[in-house]
């Protein structure tokens, strides 16, 4: 029993060091099976009417696109924003977002091409229209600031840019925009305090996040987590971003000279630590450059470069020797 106590001290070490990098206080945070969980809490947190709608981009990751195709059985209209050259404008977003929209939902860092959205844009649009900003944090939570007070919910994967591992996602929340939300998933974890066999089904939820844990989370991984973090703790966000931008300027020049199509904004503001490059045979492409201890993520008719503190310039240029040896081999 004292070993159960210290694993729960863990998993609120962990919720306070999530909480502080997401600049807000830990019991907003709630630690789901994985991101997609809360984006799904995140929809169904809505009143939704006939005659509403959703905005989302059709470049978006399927787990936030995938939870509205449920909404049109309600009458409820899902609209696509369409991306150019596979970048997402603001005044794209802006024209879709009217008095009917009740979710904006938005990767602060895209998967399939690095671009980083200004959260606090994205914000001003929701809010302006008197919607609810929905934020998938995963490309960047770890490696860029993530300012969750501009954010209504804001969901994370763990095993990216955070260095932990499957089994556990973050999911947050912001009670003073959204109030009082009820779970659509409740067990024992979810309730403060169980009525007794005289009410058996009385449900008393948490007044915190915690209410959205119907049972006990990962709690393996969360020992990863908060392991991880710790060693995160030492560099700001900041810090982070500015390291992994530096070297991301000359991946994509790099890139560039060489003639590839780098679908990434070069722009510093517009990007976090991915840089993407469009390739035929991307799978291919990762597969070789792995036998050449180069690992990088191959799918979608592009190749994902990603870079974070534990890099350097010697990566780069080992990046683009392994590349350039696929082209002109030996």
């Not at 005659?51 to 787990?63: K, L, Q, R, T």
């Not at 993530?146 to 955070?162: G, H, Q, R, T």
């Not at 974070?308 to 990046?319: E, G, R, V």
């Amino acid at each position: 029993m004292a070993g159960r106590d210290e694993i729960f001290d863990v998993y609120s070490s962990a919720k306070r060091q999530i909480g502080t990098l997401l600049g807000i206080s830990p019991d907003r945070v709630a630690f789901l099976a994985h991101a997609s969980e809360g984006l799904n809490q995140a929809v169904a947190a809505v009143d939704w009417r006939s005659g509403d709608n959703a905005v989302v981009a059709d470049i978006e990751f399927p787990s936030l696109r995938f939870p509205l195709s449920r909404l049109r059985d309600l009458g409820v209209e899902v609209r696509t924003i369409r991306s150019r050259n596979h970048y997402v404008s603001n005044d794209d977003i802006a024209t879709a977002v009217d008095s009917r929209t009740r979710l904006l939902l938005v990767s602060h860092v895209s998967y399939l091409t690095g671009q980083r959205l200004n959260l606090a844009r994205c914000a001003e649009i929701a809010r302006s229209h008197g919607a609810w900003l929905a934020v998938d944090a995963t490309h960047s939570l770890g490696v860029a600031p993530v300012d969750a007070e501009l954010c209504d919910f804001v969901v994370s994967a763990c095993y990216k840019w955070l260095l932990a591992t499957h089994g556990v996602g973050i999911f947050a929340y912001n009670p003073a925009r959204v109030g009082v939300i009820t779970p659509n998933i409740v067990g024992w974890h979810s309730v403060a305090e169980r009525a007794g066999a005289a009410n058996p089904l009385t449900v008393d939820l948490h007044t915190d996040a915690a209410r959205f844990e119907a049972g006990n989370p990962s709690l393996l991984s969360l020992f990863v987590l908060d392991n991880a973090l710790r060693v995160l703790s030492p560099f700001a966000p900041q810090i982070c971003l500015d390291h992994t931008l530096s070297l991301g300027d000359a991946l994509i020049a790099g890139l560039k000279n060489r003639g590839l199509n780098v679908i990434t904004p070069t722009p510093e503001s517009e990007r976090a630590g991915n840089v993407c490059f469009l390739a035929e045979d991307t799978a291919g492409i990762a597969a070789r450059l792995a036998m050449r201890d180069v690992l990088v993520w191959g799918s979608e008719g592009r190749v994902r470069v990603s870079m974070h503190l534990y890099n350097d310039a010697a990566d780069i240029s080992q990046f683009f020797a392994a590349l350039d040896a696929l082209n002109h081999p030996p």
